[in-house]
């Protein structure tokens, strides 16, 4: 009985952030890591031959069109402090800032927005993608 306990505490783990941080600090970290991602994304689109490849940027909301292989959007969620993610693998996540205010880390499983985007971008556009923290 306390192993299935144990175990099921493992599996339904979500993983807790500071809420202390500021509205300013909030639109500093997203803003500089959209802006980041978009300037790599943009160099990536520039020798890349995928069908359709196009990245948007405006207003807190980014769009990496992808053709027929689907499209990103991701976008500040200011009121949560968090930035929202839209994939066509894996679906809606959200992701906070963590303590460190390194990371963007989805709560429910503990994966960075970088490793989950340099994991599916790679399978998608098959080729090694390594985005910028």
């Known amino acids: 009985m306390l192993l299935r306990r144990n175990l099921l505490q493992l599996t339904t783990?979500?993983?807790?952030?500071?809420?202390?941080?500021?509205?300013?600090?909030?639109h500093k970290h997203a803003d500089r890591y959209l802006d980041n991602?978009?300037?790599?994304?943009?160099e990536f689109g520039d020798q890349t031959t995928v069908d359709g490849y196009d990245v948007l940027y405006s207003s807190g909301v980014m769009t990496l069109k992808l053709g027929a292989k689907g499209t990103y959007v991701l976008n500040?969620?200011?009121?949560?402090?968090?930035?929202?993610?839209s994939s066509p693998i894996s679906g809606?996540?959200?992701?906070?800032?963590?303590?460190?205010?390194t990371k963007w880390i989805y709560s429910r499983t503990g994966i960075s927005l970088n490793s989950l985007l340099d994991d599916e971008l790679t399978q998608l556009l098959e080729s090694k993608i390594k985005t910028p923290e």
């Open 76 to 85: 500040k969620q200011p009121p949560n402090k968090q930035i929202w993610l």
């Open 37 to 42: 991602l978009v300037e790599y994304l943009e």
């Open 13 to 26: 783990r979500r993983f807790r952030f500071n809420s202390t941080l500021t509205d300013i600090e909030y």
């Open 92 to 101: 809606p996540k959200r992701f906070d800032l963590n303590g460190l205010k």
